[in-house]
């Protein structure tokens, strides 16, 4: 299992790094703007400049990642941008959804390998 959230970590620094950075550098070509509500949505976040937040959210998360550092504030960070990428397929462009599964599969294996840096979030009760 600790080879497997390696393995996991790593892609998941490397896949946030790229897309993240493409968000500033744009040196992957995007096609059209996809058709319907779904081509709206994205124009607006990116005529409102959100996509860069999320791209530097994305960035700093990958480099975490890589580095092996913070490793649970990385994934903290990047479960909302997760969730985004899931909603936003499955509910308007689902033929993209399989790199958000593929994502969120591999953010469960690092999240399973560090869960004791969750505990806390998880008390019933806290002490006062």
Do not use: C
Not at 13 to 19: A, N, Q, R, S
Not at 62 to 79: D, K, M, Q, S, T
Not at 81 to 88: G, T
């Amino acid at each position: 299992m600790k080879i497997a959230a390696t393995i996991a970590r790593y892609l998941l620094g490397l896949m946030f790094l790229v897309f993240g950075s493409n968000d500033f550098l744009h040196f992957i070509p995007m096609g059209p703007m996809p058709p319907g509500t779904a081509g709206e949505f994205a124009g607006l976040l990116i005529a409102t400049h959100y996509m860069n937040v999320v791209g530097l959210i994305m960035v700093v998360s990958g480099i975490l990642f890589l580095v092996n550092r913070y490793v649970p504030l990385a994934l903290v960070l990047l479960a909302p941008v997760l969730v985004n990428i899931l909603l936003f397929h499955i509910l308007m462009q689902p033929k993209g959804v399989a790199m958000g599964a593929l994502a969120t599969v591999l953010w469960f294996l690092v999240a399973y390998r560090v869960r004791p840096a969750f505990y806390g979030l998880f008390q019933q009760r806290v002490q006062d």
